[in-house]
């Protein structure tokens, strides 16, 4: 990504900026340095981030035959749920996929 501001400015480059650009110019400058910090490229990795903590619906089945979901056992004909994301085995009370991260969340 290519950087708006300068690495190593100066408080004294802000001497003529007005009003708010000044304080807008500071934050971007610490944005762009944290992203570099942690090696960030672009903001693919923060927008599958926020897509993890977006709430997303289970699918919702009626398991054929016994399934050990985390410590318990689901029988044979009851409802269970996998994850909308990833496709893995969710508890109902479950926030979040143990396999991906995916909030879990919809009308149930
Ligand atoms: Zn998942």
């Not at 802000?14 to 090696?39: Q, S």
């Not at 289970?58 to 909308?84: F, H, Q, Y």
Request: hydrophobic share 30%; charged share 30%.
């Amino acid at each position: 990504m290519e950087r708006l501001t300068t690495k190593n400015y100066t408080y004294h480059e802000l001497d003529f900026m007005e009003g708010g650009v000044a304080d807008c110019f500071n934050k971007l400058a610490e944005y762009e340095n944290l992203m570099e910090e942690y090696g960030l490229k672009d903001l693919t990795e923060i927008e599958n981030a926020v897509q993890k903590q977006t709430p997303k619906q289970p699918e919702i089945l009626r398991c054929n035959e016994d399934i050990r979901i985390g410590r318990g056992v689901w029988k044979a004909g009851t409802s269970v749920m996998k994850c909308g994301s990833c496709g893995e085995w969710i508890v109902p009370h479950w926030k979040y996929c143990s396999e991906c991260g995916q909030r879990i969340g919809g009308s149930q």
